[in-house]
């Protein structure tokens, strides 16, 4: 991948996963957030679910690669939320992401270990409406999160309605 990225994540990658069956997720993850900001083998790398294959999904974890690899002060983790500065997809009103624990496939698919001991830790770019970043911010995490399950949301349909 070339431009700015390139600089901050030498290597950086995205694996696009193309659905096992039809309706199932597109997911993108990324490869070389690990590598630009480990500390003694421990690291995060991060994916979006789709429920499409979209070149701005692409772009998506590409510029949330590349904020979380600047300065140590900008790292991602659990709870916090990034402004998207467009709908998500299509006329969505998600526009941001929580960055979240990766519950769809379970606390195995959190951690990836390797020999020595290292590890990178994979987190979820969870769309959201901006009424549920000021929920979280007001009320918590873990509020949302229960909002979420009450209503049990589909978190690759853009159409998605507001939780709060």
Known sequence: MDGPIEDRVPGFRVFRIHPAYPGDWWLYVTSGCWEATQHDGHGTEFFLAAPRDEWINLESVTVNAYYHCGPAHQRLDVGHTVPI?????????????LVSLPYPFGPDFEVCEWEGGAHARILWLLPITSAEKDFRREMGLEALEVRFDEHEIDPVDPRRASVV
């Not at 969505?92 to 992401?97: E, G, L, R, T």
Request: with cysteine.
């Open 85 to 97: 500065g467009r709908p998500w997809l299509d006329e969505s009103d998600c526009d941001h992401y």
